[in-house]
């Protein structure tokens, strides 16, 4: 569009007709499978032209189909009004005496088929008027929408910015009067607005409608009308509607953007679950090459190939096929997901060699996801084709399995309610909300979080059998045939040039947050797939922020010169987890080291990789023939600098982006040359405490070292550190 927009007034109504118009009571849409209720809202914003800073006005017209069981389908239209002035207050002016007709009910505003045909027709005849764009694309009006994101937040009185699924829930569920606007001078426009309750679940619905992408049903005039769903298809034409779109989805899978603004509308409302009610509670999932979230939020990278149980409980399993769809011999994407609840079976798959339309079965028997929208099953079970690629199986409870496909595989996530707490088994913990026991095997065995563990022992543990499975299978084939227990064959790592590209991929689509930036990361870089980079966008999207940093406080360190090899040492350390190992156990542990620690006439500490370029030189010549004995399967090249900034500005850095921002250092960052780090200065062997170390982990992660406490006693070969860890999730 080309224009900015700037933080000026946001408009904010609820479009409800006096009781006196009203729908027939023949309107599909107020049938027992239609909407049980319809509310319309309006955002009026204002806009400056980036070009010549001349004024604009966008109007985006929303409107919500509620449902019974509280789903919601959204619809939007847009358009902007230009002019060719830099001031606003005229334009200012018309609104505010268009919102008074409206609060009057005015003979002016009943003559028009929408109240955004009436509000274009009074803003076009302020001085300056130029022209009105109608119909904007769906990009512009998300563009309109984020760069709004600052005035959205003062809307509903948060503190900095939230995202845009908060705010589309905030204005369905929101009476228009509890939101109060103080922007553009301390103007409320909000006092004067028309505003009616909305018609309970069953009444008649309100007549007016907004023009809509999508075409609207007639209204009948006949006793028996034809059956409409809420975009006013007959099921013939929404079949065919939604096999054209999975035709033209297939077609240009590099570009999985919306297909129009009421596709992407809609698929807002899609991924927001049950945050508009819904009974769920937990949400464990598993996106792109494999990074699986527990129900109580912890997150590990599971690359095994195998079919798995993600979750199972009472009446309800979830089970994931994972396959190296990729031929990498380290990384697995899922291709597959079954699951049962209560009586009621499903089975999707995609086909790794041509990710050609998915399959899909109910009860054994295959199912065309075009001949469905909404199936009803046994007991108020229920399963969901949404957004055109998303698959929901659900019971009444709203507990169940969603399922994304054309990512280019499968995401999915578990949605459990409160009743389930450390009532649950397998890949995604027990929900208990300690995220610190979730790493358990199918007897109960509580194991250490480690690469090989991971992948052996607590991957075998959960793996299913053949009467055990819920899926199904092409003649011949089994379970065994999607099993390799000796997967990944190497440890995932990163080449550094391609993590660098990966990481600009990222950015660029917009993944900003942790963790799902370090898993955008992660699977573009290891499989060289741009298209991963939409599992990452979407769970940016679907689920909620979290804290995105892990902070770590009074890590103890002890070293004595020469006593690395004592079976009690713990000097090697895990900066994910805040944890120390024995260096005895080091060759074990290997893959989960950041940092090692070590004394030799001096205290140092480097990433692994630096230990094995330093060889016997520069500090490690006692700790590296350690090593090399041990055989280390891998050495992680984290980096450490020793910063500018003061120790004291420590609280400061609270977010993600506050430690990526700390980390400066990537001109100088070569696993090739970096070398271990003293933690003395050299000429007067005090500690390094009154600034801040900085790192960057082999997998990415920014984050912090401050040292609150060191001691060194260069005569006795030892020292003593104590210190805090802030790292990114």
């Known amino acids: 569009m080309g224009f900015r927009h700037g933080l000026g007034a946001v408009v904010l109504f609820l479009l409800l007709l006096p009781q006196s118009c009203k729908q027939k009571d023949s309107d599909p849409a107020a049938t027992s499978d239609g909407p049980k209720e319809i509310r319309y809202h309006q955002l009026i914003i204002e806009c400056t032209e980036a070009a010549t800073q001349n004024k604009g006005v966008a109007i985006l017209d929303f409107r919500f189909d509620v449902y019974a069981n509280q789903e919601v389908a959204g619809f939007m239209s847009a358009q902007y009004l230009a002019y060719k002035t830099t001031r606003f207050t005229t334009i200012d002016a018309a609104i505010q005496t268009a919102q008074a007709d409206i609060a009057a009910k005015t ?7 929408t109240m955004t045909d009436f509000m274009v027709s009074r803003l076009a005849k302020v001085a300056d008027y130029n022209t009105t764009k109608s119909n904007l694309s769906e990009n512009a009006i998300w563009g309109i929408l984020a760069n709004e994101e600052t005035v959205l937040a003062d809307l509903h009185r948060k503190s900095g910015l939230f995202g845009l699924d908060e705010f589309l829930v905030a204005l369905l ?25 909305p018609p309970q679940p069953g009444s008649p619905l309100p007549e007016y409608r907004f023009v809509n992408p999508v075409p609207q049903a007639q209204m009948p005039s006949n006793a028996a009308p034809v059956q409409r769903n809420s975009r006013g298809e007959t099921p013939a034409e929404q079949a065919a509607r939604e096999e054209a779109a999975r035709a033209a989805a297939q077609a240009g899978r590099t570009n999985r953007g919306p297909r129009s603004v009421s596709d992407a509308f809609n698929g807002i409302f899609d991924r927001l679950g049950d945050a508009l009610g819904n009974a769920a509670a937990a949400a464990g999932r598993a996106m792109g090459d494999p990074h699986v ?80 929208t909404l199936l009803t099953l046994a007991n108020g079970n229920q399963l969901r084709v949404a957004a055109k690629e998303k698959l929901v199986f659900m019971n009444a409870q709203g507990e169940g399995v969603t399922i994304r496909w054309n990512t280019p595989y499968l995401d999915y996530a578990v949605l459990l309610g409160d009743a389930r707490k450390g009532n649950v088994t397998g890949l995604m913990g027990n929900f208990d909300g300690d995220d610190q026991n979730d790493f358990k095997l199918a007897n109960g065995t509580a194991i250490e979080r480690s690469f090989p563990t991971i992948h052996t022992t607590f991957a075998d543990s959960w793996r299913i059998t053949g009467p055990t499975s819920l899926f199904v299978y092409e003649n011949g084939k089994n379970t065994d045939s999607y099993t390799d227990r000796a997967f990944p064959k190497t440890y995932p790592a990163i080449d550094p040039e391609k993590y660098k590209w990966a990481e600009g991929m990222c950015l660029a689509a917009g993944v900003s947050r942790q963790p799902e930036l370090g898993h955008c990361i992660f699977d573009v870089a ?22 995105d940093v892990r902070v770590f406080t009074n890590l103890k360190l002890d070293l004595k010169e020469g006593q690395s090899n004592d079976p009690q040492t713990r000097n090697v350390l895990d900066l994910d987890n805040g944890t120390f190992y024995r260096f005895a156990d080091g060759a074990k542990v290997a893959y989960e080291i950041d940092v090692v620690f070590d004394y030799y006439s001096g205290p140092w500490f480097a990433g692994p990789r630096a230990v094995q370029n330093c060889g016997v030189s520069c500090g490690a010549y006692t700790i590296w023939p350690l090593m090399e004995q041990q055989k280390w399967p891998f050495f992680a ?10 120790a004291n ?21 070569d696993e090739k040359t970096e070398l271990v780090k003293g933690l003395t200065d050299l000429n007067t062997s005090t500690p390094l405490t009154p600034y801040l170390w900085s790192f960057r982990t082999q997998q990415g992660k920014k984050g912090l070292i401050r040292f609150t406490q060191g001691q060194v006693n260069k005569a006795g070969g030892t020292a003593s550190f104590t210190f805090d860890v802030k790292i990114e999730r």
């Open 293 to 372: 979230v527990t129900h109580d939020g912890l997150d590990y990278g599971f690359q095994a190939v195998g079919e798995f149980v993600a979750t199972k409980g009472a009446m309800i399993e979830i089970q994931a096929r994972q396959e190296d769809a990729y031929k990498t011999n380290r990384a697995t994407v899922t291709t597959g997901v079954a699951a049962r609840i209560g009586t009621d079976e499903i089975c999707f798959l995609v086909n790794p060699a041509s990710l050609e339309a998915p399959r899909l079965f109910v009860n054994k028997k295959e199912t065309a996801l075009s001949s469905f």
């Open 107 to 113: 003979a002016e505003v009943k003559s028009f088929g």
């Open 173 to 197: 569920a929101t009476p228009a009067r509890a939101q109060t606007l103080g922007r553009n001078q301390g103007v409320n426009y909000h006092s004067a607005y028309y505003y009616s309750p």
């Open 649 to 669: 500005q420590w609280e400061t850095f609270s977010d993600a982006a506050s430690l990526r921002k700390a980390w400066t250092f990537d001109a100088g960052a």
């Open 637 to 646: 090249n984290t980096f450490l600098r020793y910063t500018i900034i003061p």
């Open 526 to 547: 290891m499989t060289g797939d741009e298209r991963l980079v939409r599992s990452a966008v979407l769970g940016q999207q679907e689920f909620q922020a979290g804290a």
